[in-house]
């Protein structure tokens, strides 16, 4: 039969998603190589390319969209099968992966781990940081902690709190160029700011706001790299203030308007949080998030 091989189909899938055999293989955790034969037995036993091939993008056939549009639907039931037997089949013991932006991954999440493992010592934490979402219906991640409010179906979302922003610079990049004591100080400095791709967040909306064209000396995505450059007095960085504090080596720059707040949410798919090992991670993270006011400014909507 053409459709015997689940595997097959998968990486099909994997391939239109992603648009490229080497996307597809780093979400598959499998060579790109691997991908490509996977594809070529495919379509072999089809009879018909499934892709039109331009450089490194490739767009689906019409073949491959009336697949696709099939395969997503099998897709979706095993995904839904794997998680109803995971809920039955799984103690409270094993991995929980968390995905989360790289400041929380990298300075709150690993403190949390600790405490977790001395409460129960048969879980362990897999912190995936970045800014890519990942789906939480199919396992990518279990729980998930976003910057915006998620909105898949089937997720059970809580609101921990708002993560305040502030301006921060290095003391050697203050004294040479000057503290801004006003808003109206700021268009003569240098920034460091998001990567293009990550530009229009409500934080650098403010920035935006206050600086038609600010003058941005170095970007990222990364948060962490975004204040490691202003640590080496670059220029200005509007940073989560528990980060640039974590990280040390920067001065607050206090003025009369405060940038906007940023809500973090906690989800997790519905079916996952039947599951006890998540439910126990779940559960732990909202009370270390009611705990936690260094780096959550308030905290509501934390019912279970």
């Known amino acids: 039969m053409i459709m015997d091989n689940w595997d097959d189909i998968r990486v099909f899938l994997a391939i239109a998603r992603c648009g ?26 089809l009879g018909s390319p499934l892709f039109l091939r331009s450089g490194r993008q490739w767009t689906l056939t019409e073949l491959g969209r009336d697949l696709a549009e099939s395969a997503s639907t099998m897709q979706t039931a095993a995904d839904a099968i794997n998680r109803k037997t995971s809920s039955h089949t799984q103690g409270e013991q094993g991995i929980v992966r968390v995905t989360s932006t790289d400041g929380l991954g990298a300075y709150w999440l690993p403190d ?39 909105e898949e179906d089937d997720l059970i979302i809580r609101k921990l709190g708002k993560i305040s922003f502030r301006l921060f610079a290095s003391p050697a990049y203050l004294a040479r160029w000057g ?32 600086v ?19 640590k080496q007095g670059m220029g200005i960085a509007l940073l989560p203030r528990y980060l640039a504090y974590a ?36 559960d732990f993270i909202k009370s270390q998030a009611v705990a936690d006011n260094c780096i959550f400014e308030r905290n509501e909507d934390l019912q279970a």
């Open 212 to 230: 038609a064209e600010p003058d941005f000396v170095f970007r990222s995505g990364s948060a962490v790299a975004q204040a490691q450059a202003a």
């Open 20 to 45: 490229n055999l080497t996307a597809a293989g780093k979400e598959l955790a499998l060579t790109q190589p691997s991908v490509g034969r996977r594809l070529a037995l495919l379509e072999e036993r």
């Open 179 to 210: 503290s801004p004591a006003t808003i109206h100080d700021l268009p003569t400095h240098s920034f460091i700011g998001q990567a293009l791709d990550y530009d229009n967040t409500v934080e650098f909306a403010w920035l935006r706001q206050h």
């Open 247 to 282: 990280i040390g080596g920067l001065t607050e720059i206090t003025l009369p308007e405060a940038p906007t707040g940023k809500d973090v949410w906690l989800a997790t798919h519905r079916d996952l949080r039947r599951i006890p090992k998540v439910a126990a991670a779940w």
């Open 112 to 150: 949390l781990a600790v405490q977790l493992r001395q409460q129960h010592p048969s879980i362990m934490l897999e912190v995936i940081t970045g800014n890519r979402p990942l789906d939480l219906s199919r396992r990518s991640a279990d729980i998930a902690l976003r910057l915006y409010r998620p």
